[in-house]
C-alpha cells in the first residue's frame, strides 16, 4: 500500500469505527465497558506518545530542547483551546449532562435552554478534533507506516469513550437515536478532510515533520492526563483501581507489541 492508500485507510475506518463502536456502547447503555476503554485508551495514548511519536519527533529533529519545548507548548496550545470551547471533551457517563438519574430533567433544560443548541457545540468542537486526529494520522504515516499504525490504533481507542460521550449529549439535547449517528458519522469525516489536506500540504513542507509529531505526543499526553485520568478518581475503590492499573498496562502494551509487529513493513 502507498502512504496515501494506509492515511485514507486509517482516517476512514478510524472514523467509521469509533462512531459505529460509540453506537453500541452507548444505544446499550453499557456504562461498564465505556468505563472499562477509558482506562485502556490512557494506556494507548500515553504508549504511542512516549514510546513512538515523542522518541520519532526526537530523532527527526536532532534537537532535544526544541522538541520538549514544542510539546510544552501543544500542551498549552489544547489547554487553551479546550478552554474556549472549540476542543470540548465528554467522556463519561457519570458527567452532569450524562446522568441517567437526571436524564429527564437534563434533557429538558436543554430543549428550554437552547433547543439543542449544546449539542451542535459539541459537534462544532469534535469535527475540529477529528480534522486534527486526521492531520497527525497523515503526519505520522509520512514519517513511517509503523508510526502511522500505532498512531491510529491510539486515536481510535480514546476516540470511541469521546463518541460515546457525544452521542449522549445529542440525546439529551433532544436529537434522535438517528440523527445522533448521523451527525457523529459526518463529524468523523472530518478525520479524512484533514488527513488528505496534510498529506498535500506536506509534500513539500517535511520540516514540520518533528514539529508534527511534537504536536501528536502533546495531543496524546493532554487528553489521557487532563481529560481521562481525572474520571478514574472517581472510583477510589482498590477493586476498580487494580482494573484500572491493569488497563492502562495493556493499552500501553498493545501499543508497544503494535509498534515491534510493525516495526518493518513491508
Known amino acids: 500500500m502507498t502512504t496515501f492508500s494506509w492515511i485514507i485507510a486509517a482516517s476512514l475506518l478510524g472514523g467509521s469505527l469509533s462512531v459505529v463502536f460509540a453506537a453500541m456502547l452507548t444505544l446499550n447503555t453499557r456504562a461498564s465497558w465505556v468505563q472499562m476503554l477509558i482506562s485502556y485508551a490512557i494506556g494507548a495514548l500515553l504508549g504511542a506518545a512516549f514510546l513512538n511519536a515523542l522518541p520519532e519527533a526526537l530523532e527527526l529533529s536532532k534537537n532535544p530542547g526544541e522538541m520538549a519545548a514544542t510539546v510544552l507548548f501543544g500542551i ?28 429527564a430533567t437534563t434533557n429538558t433544560t436543554m430543549n428550554n435552554h437552547d433547543s439543542g443548541r449544546s449539542g451542535m457545540m459539541i459537534m462544532l468542537g469534535d469535527t ?7 492531520v497527525l494520522i497523515a503526519a505520522a504515516f509520512m514519517v513511517d507506516v509503523q508510526l502511522g499504525i500505532v498512531t491510529s490504533i491510539a486515536i481510535i481507542a480514546h476516540e470511541i469513550p469521546q463518541e460515546a460521550g457525544n452521542f449522549l449529549i445529542l440525546l439529551n439535547s433532544g436529537y434522535s437515536r438517528q440523527q445522533a ?18 498529506y498535500f500540504m506536506l509534500q513539500d513542507m517535511s520540516h514540520l515533520m518533528p514539529s508534527l509529531l511534537g504536536l501528536a505526543a502533546a495531543s496524546m499526553i493532554y487528553v489521557a492526563m487532563s481529560d ?6 472517581k472510583r477510589p475503590e482498590i477493586g476498580a483501581t487494580v482494573q484500572q492499573v491493569a488497563l492502562i498496562m495493556l493499552g500501553i502494551s498493545s501499543i508497544w507489541l503494535a509498534g515491534s509487529f510493525f516495526a518493518h513493513p513491508v
Do not use: Q, Y
Request: charged letters at 15%.
Open 76 to 103: 498549552l496550545l489544547f489547554f487553551i483551546l479546550e478552554k474556549l470551547v472549540i476542543w470540548r471533551h465528554c467522556h463519561f457517563v457519570e458527567c452532569e449532562v450524562h446522568d441517567p438519574k437526571h436524564g
Open 128 to 134: 475540529f478534533h477529528n480534522f486534527v486526529d486526521g
Open 228 to 233: 481521562l485520568i481525572p474520571g478514574l478518581h
Open 181 to 198: 449517528l448521523m451527525f457523529n458519522l459526518l463529524s468523523s469525516v472530518a478525520t479524512l478532510i484533514g488527513g488528505t489536506m496534510a
